[in-house]
Nanobody, 124 residues
């Protein structure tokens, strides 16, 4: 069983920054690609950012390109999402997930494990 625990969410003003963390419970973390998604009530979970197991290749949703950065620390089984220039429309619960794919994984069904989510609220 793999456990993923997100942290780092909170309330921030528009234009501000936050860094989310996702800690994984297993050492096999470094063998898997990871991703970040977000969800608002009444809407489907949407892709935000993803990487490969090495962290060398990253990809992003158009809505966050240039503002968000995904990175990882394989020694500490942790993946991060650095968010800058936050906008009110970034308000959502953010989830990290473990990808089952070796390439890009932008669909919810590409992931087999999820964290419980962390709330990000951006005020205008």
């Amino acid at each position: 069983q793999v456990q993923l625990v997100e942290s780092g969410g909170g309330l921030v003003q528009a234009g501000g920054s936050l860094r989310l963390s996702c800690a994984a419970s297993r050492r096999t973390f470094s063998m898997y690609a990871m991703g970040w998604f977000r969800q608002v009530p009444g809407k489907e979970r949407e892709f935000v950012a993803g990487d490969t197991w090495s962290g060398r290749y990253t990809y992003y949703a158009d809505s966050v390109k240039g503002r968000f950065t995904i990175s990882r620390d394989n020694a500490n089984n942790t993946v991060y999402l650095q968010m800058h220039s936050l906008k009110p429309e970034d308000t959502a619960v953010y989830f990290c997930g473990r990808s089952m794919r070796t390439g890009q994984a932008m669909r919810v069904e590409d992931y087999d494990y999820w964290g419980q989510g962390t709330q990000v609220t951006v005020s205008s």
